[in-house]
């Protein structure tokens, strides 16, 4: 009797097509388009009934206006939503608190920075550990 044995190979995401994923670019900044600046890391972490920090800091000309979504929906700041921005030159930063989080929280965010010459997203993927 022969035995057969069968490899199965999972594909996973590299670094590289992480990195893709996470940073969607419609435009050319050489416009004065919105530009990603600084953020936030990628995947991020946290503990149930603890606060969740996003960052995003977007410039461009004219200046870009900072949405954030979660799950494709906007977020809105209520009870435990923080919406917070700041605003210097042609330079946006925007954070977003939750506190205290809870299960529905987790999923992707997007940071969408936007002006008349165009947008920029910036993703974030969150999960939560016990």
Known sequence: MRTVILTILLVLPTIAQLKQIE??????????????????????????????????????????????????VEVNPDHNRTIRFSIHGDTTSSHLEIDPTSIGDKGEYECVATNSKGSRVKKFLTDYQY
Do not use: M
């Open 23 to 72: 940073d969607l670019d419609f435009t050319d900044h050489s416009n004065g388009s919105p530009k990603i600046s600084r953020s936030s890391y990628f995947k991020q972490d946290f503990r149930l009934g603890y606060k969740l920090k996003l960052f995003c800091e977007a410039n461009g000309t004219p200046r870009p206006r900072i949405v954030w979504y979660h799950r494709g």
